[in-house]
Protein backbone atom coordinates (compact mmCIF):
# COMPACT_ATOMS: atom_id res chain seq x y z
CA UNK A 1 0.00 0.00 0.00
CA UNK A 2 2.72 2.71 0.77
CA UNK A 3 4.49 1.40 -2.40
CA UNK A 4 1.54 2.57 -4.45
CA UNK A 5 1.21 5.83 -2.57
CA UNK A 6 4.90 6.40 -3.09
CA UNK A 7 4.72 5.60 -6.64
CA UNK A 8 1.01 7.63 -7.66
CA UNK A 9 1.26 10.61 -10.35
CA UNK A 10 1.16 12.80 -7.59
CA UNK A 11 4.27 12.10 -5.87
CA UNK A 12 5.97 11.69 -9.13
CA UNK A 13 4.68 14.76 -10.29
CA UNK A 14 6.03 16.83 -6.97
CA UNK A 15 9.31 15.06 -7.27
CA UNK A 16 9.94 15.81 -10.80
CA UNK A 17 8.82 19.40 -9.77
CA UNK A 18 10.97 19.60 -6.51
CA UNK A 19 14.17 18.28 -8.90
CA UNK A 20 13.21 20.98 -11.51
CA UNK A 21 13.49 23.68 -9.32
CA UNK A 22 16.78 22.52 -7.52
CA UNK A 23 18.61 21.95 -11.15
CA UNK A 24 16.89 26.06 -11.79
CA UNK A 25 18.76 27.00 -8.66
CA UNK A 26 22.28 25.18 -10.12
CA UNK A 27 22.05 26.82 -13.23
CA UNK A 28 21.46 29.91 -11.49
CA UNK A 29 24.92 30.31 -9.55
CA UNK A 30 23.75 33.73 -7.34
CA UNK A 31 20.75 32.29 -6.20
CA UNK A 32 22.38 28.96 -5.21
CA UNK A 33 25.47 30.39 -3.06
CA UNK A 34 22.60 32.69 -1.90
CA UNK A 35 20.39 30.15 -0.99
CA UNK A 36 23.35 27.98 0.51
CA UNK A 37 24.40 31.10 2.70
CA UNK A 38 20.56 30.70 3.50
CA UNK A 39 20.82 27.19 4.40
CA UNK A 40 23.79 27.65 6.66
CA UNK A 41 21.76 30.26 8.78
CA UNK A 42 19.18 28.34 9.20
CA UNK A 43 21.09 25.52 10.48
CA UNK A 44 23.71 27.89 12.51
CA UNK A 45 20.56 29.46 14.29
CA UNK A 46 18.55 25.81 14.85
CA UNK A 47 22.18 24.33 16.26
CA UNK A 48 23.57 27.30 17.95
CA UNK A 49 23.75 25.47 21.07
CA UNK A 50 25.50 22.86 19.80
CA UNK A 51 27.95 24.98 17.32
CA UNK A 52 28.72 27.90 19.26
CA UNK A 53 31.96 27.97 21.12
CA UNK A 54 31.19 29.64 24.31
CA UNK A 55 28.64 31.10 26.03
CA UNK A 56 27.16 34.31 24.63
CA UNK A 57 27.08 36.04 27.48
CA UNK A 58 29.72 35.15 29.76
CA UNK A 59 31.54 37.77 30.56
CA UNK A 60 35.84 37.80 31.07
CA UNK A 61 36.86 41.48 31.96
CA UNK A 62 40.48 40.00 31.31
CA UNK A 63 40.11 38.54 27.83
CA UNK A 64 38.31 42.05 26.79
CA UNK A 65 38.58 44.10 23.16
CA UNK A 66 40.86 40.46 21.82
CA UNK A 67 41.23 40.90 17.99
CA UNK A 68 40.01 38.20 15.68
CA UNK A 69 42.77 35.29 15.63
CA UNK A 70 44.65 36.55 12.52
CA UNK A 71 45.78 39.53 14.61
CA UNK A 72 48.67 40.07 16.64
CA UNK A 73 46.65 39.21 19.96
CA UNK A 74 44.03 36.81 18.26
CA UNK A 75 43.55 33.11 19.07
CA UNK A 76 41.53 30.42 17.68
CA UNK A 77 39.90 30.69 21.26
CA UNK A 78 38.02 33.36 20.56
CA UNK A 79 38.57 33.01 16.33
CA UNK A 80 36.29 36.99 15.63
CA UNK A 81 37.89 38.57 18.80
CA UNK A 82 35.64 39.80 22.11
CA UNK A 83 33.75 42.87 22.97
CA UNK A 84 34.14 45.37 25.57
CA UNK A 85 33.05 42.94 28.29
CA UNK A 86 35.21 40.03 27.25
CA UNK A 87 32.10 38.08 25.09
CA UNK A 88 33.58 35.66 22.35
CA UNK A 89 31.84 37.87 19.26
CA UNK A 90 31.35 35.02 17.07
CA UNK A 91 29.39 33.35 19.72
CA UNK A 92 27.05 35.91 20.05
CA UNK A 93 26.82 36.13 15.83
CA UNK A 94 25.22 32.49 16.09
CA UNK A 95 23.26 33.48 18.83
CA UNK A 96 22.17 36.39 17.02
CA UNK A 97 20.65 34.81 14.03
CA UNK A 98 18.21 33.46 16.01
CA UNK A 99 16.74 37.17 16.89
CA UNK A 100 16.55 38.09 12.86
CA UNK A 101 15.30 34.96 11.54
CA UNK A 102 12.75 34.55 13.87
CA UNK A 103 11.53 38.64 13.64
CA UNK A 104 11.94 37.97 9.74
CA UNK A 105 9.81 34.70 9.41
CA UNK A 106 7.16 36.08 11.99
CA UNK A 107 6.45 39.41 10.38
CA UNK A 108 5.80 38.15 6.49
CA UNK A 109 3.91 35.60 7.70
CA UNK A 110 1.57 38.13 10.07
CA UNK A 111 1.82 40.68 7.77
CA UNK A 112 1.79 38.68 4.62
CA UNK A 113 -1.97 36.85 6.13
CA UNK A 114 -3.38 40.60 6.98
CA UNK A 115 -1.83 41.93 3.58
CA UNK A 116 -3.60 39.54 1.41
CA UNK A 117 -6.67 38.73 3.45
CA UNK A 118 -7.35 42.39 3.05
CA UNK A 119 -5.89 42.97 -0.59
CA UNK A 120 -8.38 39.71 -1.64
CA UNK A 121 -11.51 41.35 -0.27
CA UNK A 122 -10.60 44.71 -1.57
CA UNK A 123 -10.47 43.67 -4.86
CA UNK A 124 -12.74 41.64 -5.52
CA UNK A 125 -15.96 43.16 -3.26
CA UNK A 126 -14.53 46.70 -4.93
CA UNK A 127 -17.03 49.40 -3.89
CA UNK A 128 -16.98 50.80 -0.26
CA UNK A 129 -15.10 48.18 0.82
CA UNK A 130 -12.35 48.88 -0.99
CA UNK A 131 -12.29 52.65 -0.91
CA UNK A 132 -11.98 52.15 2.75
CA UNK A 133 -9.22 49.68 2.56
CA UNK A 134 -6.60 51.21 0.00
CA UNK A 135 -7.59 54.82 1.95
CA UNK A 136 -6.30 53.24 4.82
CA UNK A 137 -3.26 51.66 2.73
CA UNK A 138 -2.56 55.08 1.46
CA UNK A 139 -2.77 57.20 4.23
CA UNK A 140 -0.41 54.76 6.53
CA UNK A 141 2.42 54.49 3.86
CA UNK A 142 2.33 58.70 3.28
CA UNK A 143 3.87 58.67 6.81
CA UNK A 144 7.49 57.07 7.28
CA UNK A 145 7.83 53.47 8.14
CA UNK A 146 10.94 53.75 10.31
CA UNK A 147 9.70 56.82 12.33
CA UNK A 148 6.43 54.71 12.92
CA UNK A 149 7.98 51.77 14.14
CA UNK A 150 10.26 53.85 16.25
CA UNK A 151 7.16 55.30 18.11
CA UNK A 152 5.16 52.12 18.52
CA UNK A 153 8.21 50.43 19.62
CA UNK A 154 8.92 53.51 22.06
CA UNK A 155 5.71 53.03 23.74
CA UNK A 156 5.16 49.69 23.80
CA UNK A 157 8.82 48.96 25.31
CA UNK A 158 11.61 47.03 23.79
CA UNK A 159 10.72 42.96 23.45
CA UNK A 160 11.35 40.49 20.62
CA UNK A 161 7.52 40.59 20.33
CA UNK A 162 7.67 44.49 19.91
CA UNK A 163 9.16 44.08 17.01
CA UNK A 164 7.20 41.68 15.32
CA UNK A 165 4.36 43.71 15.90
CA UNK A 166 5.26 46.70 15.22
CA UNK A 167 7.13 45.54 11.70
CA UNK A 168 3.91 43.59 10.98
CA UNK A 169 1.61 47.18 11.52
CA UNK A 170 4.25 48.83 9.29
CA UNK A 171 4.82 45.92 6.97
CA UNK A 172 0.74 44.74 5.92
CA UNK A 173 0.77 47.54 3.50
CA UNK A 174 2.91 46.23 0.64
CA UNK A 175 1.16 42.94 0.26
CA UNK A 176 -2.61 44.27 0.48
CA UNK A 177 -1.78 46.66 -2.61
CA UNK A 178 -0.28 44.13 -4.59
CA UNK A 179 -2.92 41.62 -3.96
CA UNK A 180 -5.50 43.96 -5.39
CA UNK A 181 -3.91 44.85 -8.37
CA UNK A 182 -3.70 41.10 -8.95
CA UNK A 183 -7.33 40.69 -8.00
CA UNK A 184 -8.28 43.09 -9.61
CA UNK A 185 -6.70 41.70 -13.32
CA UNK A 186 -8.16 38.27 -12.60
CA UNK A 187 -12.02 38.90 -11.31
CA UNK A 188 -12.20 39.48 -15.09
CA UNK A 189 -11.25 35.99 -16.38
CA UNK A 190 -13.34 33.55 -18.23
CA UNK A 191 -12.52 30.76 -15.08
CA UNK A 192 -13.43 33.14 -12.30
CA UNK A 193 -16.84 34.55 -14.17
CA UNK A 194 -17.76 30.93 -15.07
CA UNK A 195 -16.80 29.58 -11.03
CA UNK A 196 -19.70 32.95 -10.02
CA UNK A 197 -22.48 31.26 -12.62
CA UNK A 198 -22.46 27.93 -11.39
CA UNK A 199 -23.13 29.47 -7.78
CA UNK A 200 -19.81 29.45 -5.56
CA UNK A 201 -19.35 31.68 -2.85
CA UNK A 202 -17.24 34.69 -2.78
CA UNK A 203 -15.10 33.10 -0.03
CA UNK A 204 -14.71 30.00 -2.37
CA UNK A 205 -13.80 31.71 -5.53
CA UNK A 206 -11.67 34.52 -3.31
CA UNK A 207 -9.54 30.96 -1.89
CA UNK A 208 -9.96 28.79 -4.45
CA UNK A 209 -9.68 30.03 -8.18
CA UNK A 210 -8.36 33.60 -7.45
CA UNK A 211 -5.56 33.24 -4.47
CA UNK A 212 -3.66 30.72 -6.66
CA UNK A 213 -2.74 33.07 -9.06
CA UNK A 214 -0.87 35.11 -6.43
CA UNK A 215 1.88 32.58 -5.87
CA UNK A 216 4.08 33.72 -7.97
CA UNK A 217 4.44 37.52 -7.23
CA UNK A 218 3.48 37.19 -3.35
CA UNK A 219 6.19 34.20 -3.07
CA UNK A 220 8.72 37.12 -4.28
CA UNK A 221 7.72 39.95 -2.45
CA UNK A 222 7.74 37.70 0.72
CA UNK A 223 11.37 37.00 0.46
CA UNK A 224 12.16 40.68 -0.31
CA UNK A 225 10.34 41.70 2.61
CA UNK A 226 12.35 39.29 4.97
CA UNK A 227 15.15 40.98 3.96
CA UNK A 228 14.00 44.36 4.51
CA UNK A 229 12.62 43.00 8.06
CA UNK A 230 15.81 41.99 8.73
CA UNK A 231 17.34 45.49 7.90
CA UNK A 232 14.49 47.11 10.17
CA UNK A 233 14.92 44.50 13.36
CA UNK A 234 19.29 45.36 13.11
CA UNK A 235 17.65 49.40 13.00
CA UNK A 236 15.66 49.25 15.70
CA UNK A 237 18.43 46.94 18.22
CA UNK A 238 20.61 49.52 17.30
CA UNK A 239 18.34 52.36 17.70
CA UNK A 240 17.54 50.75 21.86
CA UNK A 241 14.03 50.72 20.92
CA UNK A 242 14.33 46.64 19.64
CA UNK A 243 15.18 43.70 21.36
CA UNK A 244 15.89 44.08 25.27
CA UNK A 245 19.99 44.72 26.39
CA UNK A 246 19.74 41.60 27.68
CA UNK A 247 18.48 39.78 24.04
CA UNK A 248 21.06 38.76 21.65
CA UNK A 249 21.20 40.46 18.61
CA UNK A 250 22.90 42.25 15.61
CA UNK A 251 21.59 45.63 15.72
CA UNK A 252 22.93 45.52 18.93
CA UNK A 253 26.15 44.05 19.23
CA UNK A 254 26.80 47.21 16.34
CA UNK A 255 25.57 49.53 18.84
CA UNK A 256 27.40 48.18 21.64
CA UNK A 257 30.68 48.40 19.84
CA UNK A 258 30.00 51.62 18.24
CA UNK A 259 32.48 53.42 21.18
CA UNK A 260 35.41 51.27 20.37
CA UNK A 261 34.89 51.17 16.43
CA UNK A 262 38.37 53.27 16.09
CA UNK A 263 40.29 51.27 18.31
CA UNK A 264 38.61 47.74 17.90
CA UNK A 265 37.15 47.51 14.31
CA UNK A 266 35.73 44.02 14.28
CA UNK A 267 33.12 44.53 16.81
CA UNK A 268 31.08 46.65 14.30
CA UNK A 269 32.67 45.36 10.84
CA UNK A 270 31.34 41.63 11.85
CA UNK A 271 27.77 41.67 12.67
CA UNK A 272 27.58 44.21 9.74
CA UNK A 273 29.29 41.72 7.35
CA UNK A 274 26.73 39.16 8.28
CA UNK A 275 23.61 41.36 7.67
CA UNK A 276 24.95 42.44 4.49
CA UNK A 277 25.63 38.90 3.42
CA UNK A 278 22.05 37.76 4.95
CA UNK A 279 20.00 40.36 3.09
CA UNK A 280 22.74 39.94 0.05
CA UNK A 281 21.58 36.23 0.04
CA UNK A 282 17.88 36.56 0.59
CA UNK A 283 17.64 39.39 -2.87
CA UNK A 284 19.84 36.85 -4.51
CA UNK A 285 17.06 34.26 -3.98
CA UNK A 286 14.32 36.26 -4.41
CA UNK A 287 16.01 37.06 -8.09
CA UNK A 288 15.95 33.29 -8.82
CA UNK A 289 12.54 32.78 -7.88
CA UNK A 290 11.11 35.54 -9.77
CA UNK A 291 12.30 33.91 -13.01
CA UNK A 292 11.40 30.74 -11.98
CA UNK A 293 7.65 31.35 -10.71
CA UNK A 294 7.06 33.40 -13.98
CA UNK A 295 6.79 31.39 -17.21
CA UNK A 296 7.53 34.34 -19.81
CA UNK A 297 10.82 34.83 -17.71
CA UNK A 298 11.36 31.48 -17.61
CA UNK A 299 10.98 30.58 -21.32
CA UNK A 300 13.59 33.50 -21.83
CA UNK A 301 16.41 31.91 -19.99
CA UNK A 302 16.02 28.82 -21.64
CA UNK A 303 15.99 30.58 -24.81
CA UNK A 304 19.18 32.36 -23.87
CA UNK A 305 20.52 28.93 -22.92
CA UNK A 306 19.66 27.67 -26.45
CA UNK A 307 21.25 30.29 -27.90
CA UNK A 308 24.61 30.30 -25.93
CA UNK A 309 25.02 26.50 -26.45
CA UNK A 310 25.09 27.26 -30.09
CA UNK A 311 27.91 29.17 -30.30
Avoid at 35 to 41: D, P, Q, S, W
Avoid at 44 to 63: C, F, G, M, N, R
Avoid at 108 to 125: D, P
Wanted: charged content about 20%.
Amino acid sequence: MSEAILSSPTVDSRRRKALGFLRELWHDKAGFLGATFLLVLVMTALLAPLIAPHDPSDQELVKRLLPPFWEERGSWEHPLGTDGLGRDLLSRLIFGSRISLLVGVAVVVIAGFVGVLLGLVAGYRGGKIDRIIMRTVDTQIAFPGLLIAILLASLIGPSVRTVIVVLAVNGWMIYARLTRGVVLSVKETAYVEAAEVIGCRPQRVMFKHILPNLTAPLSTLAVLEFARIVLAEAALSYLGVGVKRTDISWGLDVASGQDFVFNSWWLVVMPGVVISLTVLSVNLVASWLRVVVDPSEREKRHALRQIRSLR
